[in-house]
């Protein structure tokens, strides 16, 4: 399941790299990282490999197991859903707030987000998936409370291996303007009104092929 990997390797690029592994289906939920395996395969010592594994427990995207080790997150068709409401019902919150304060150093941040289309690889979709979680957070930072803004954060870090199934990353950055065109003009109703409807593509995109892969690569519990 593993690739290998060049030797010396930095805690932050284990990170980032079992990160991808698990965000593109590599490492499905339930398999065991052994600590040992990855750090000979990075050639490095356990110490980074333990930072990284680490820092994707603090994303939910490694559960630690006192005495058993190190797995990717396993989760519930239920929980999946409830993470999915709860961020309808935080982003509705977020751009509600931010049309009626965003000023255009914020528009600017948001309008310089996205670096472009450059194809329907693993790598390009992990970037694809990031700059939507950082546009997000971005925007929910408008808002003006932090909180929110945290929360919607570690939210999205939860979903993000759920996200990059939507393959939307073609058409984000045109999503993304007609939201920044409507913020722009502190539209309330129309941005909430193209945010609901990227939430509810994205919901049906993600839930569709959850559905149709249950027995297959997410391993999907019911409740």
Same mark, same amino acid.
């Given at each position: 399941?593993?690739?290998?990997?060049?030797?010396?390797?930095?805690?932050?690029?284990?990170?980032?790299?079992?990160?991808?592994?698990? $965000?593109?289906?590599? *490492?499905?939920?339930?398999?065991?990282? #052994?600590?040992?395996?990855?750090?000979?395969?990075?050639?490095?010592?356990?110490?980074?490999?333990? @930072? %990284?594994?680490?820092?994707?427990?603090?994303?939910?995207?490694? =559960? &630690? +197991?006192?005495?058993?080790?190190y797995f990717v997150t396993r &989760?519930?068709? +239920?929980? *999946?859903?409830?993470? *999915?409401? !709860?961020?309808?019902?935080?982003?509705?919150?977020?751009?509600?707030? #931010?049309?009626?304060? $965003?000023?255009? @150093?914020?528009? #600017?941040?948001?309008?310089?987000?996205?670096?472009?289309?450059?194809?329907?690889?693993? %790598?390009?979709?992990?970037?694809?998936? @990031?700059?939507?979680?950082?546009?997000?957070?971005?925007?929910?930072?408008?808002?003006?409370?932090?909180?929110?803004?945290?929360?919607?954060?570690?939210?999205?870090?939860?979903?993000?291996?759920?996200?990059? $199934?939507?393959?939307?990353?073609?058409?984000?950055?045109?999503?993304?303007? +007609?939201? &920044?065109?409507?913020?722009?003009?502190?539209?309330?109703?129309?941005?909430?009104?193209?945010?609901? /409807?990227? *939430?509810? /593509? =994205?919901?049906?995109? $993600?839930?569709?092929?959850?559905?149709?892969? !249950?027995?297959?690569?997410?391993?999907?519990?019911?409740?």
């Amino acid at each position: 399941m593993y690739r290998e990997r060049s030797s010396n390797t930095s805690k932050e690029k284990i990170f980032k790299e079992i990160r991808s592994d698990i $965000i593109n289906g590599r *490492l499905p939920p339930g398999t065991r990282l #052994a600590v040992e395996d990855l750090s000979n395969r990075y050639g490095t010592s356990v110490t980074p490999v333990r @930072d %990284a594994l680490q820092m994707l427990g603090q994303e939910g995207l490694v =559960t &630690i +197991k006192p005495r058993s080790g190190y797995f990717v997150t396993r &989760i519930t068709l +239920k929980e *999946l859903r409830d993470m *999915l409401d !709860m961020r309808e019902i935080l982003e509705l919150a977020a751009v509600e707030r #931010a049309a009626r304060r $965003i000023d255009p @150093d914020q528009i #600017a941040d948001l309008k310089a987000l996205h670096s472009g289309y450059t194809g329907d690889d693993d %790598a390009s979709y992990t970037r694809y998936t @990031d700059e939507n979680r950082r546009f997000h957070h971005l925007l929910a930072e408008a808002s003006g409370n932090r909180e929110l803004a945290d929360t919607l954060r570690r939210l999205h870090e939860r979903l993000a291996r759920f996200m990059v $199934i939507r393959h939307a990353g073609k058409d984000l950055p045109d999503i993304h303007g +007609k939201l &920044i065109e409507k913020l722009t003009k502190h539209d309330v109703a129309g941005a909430k009104q193209v945010l609901e /409807e990227e *939430l509810r /593509e =994205t919901r049906r995109a $993600i839930l569709d092929r959850v559905m149709a892969e !249950m027995s297959g690569n997410w391993e999907v519990g019911s409740v």
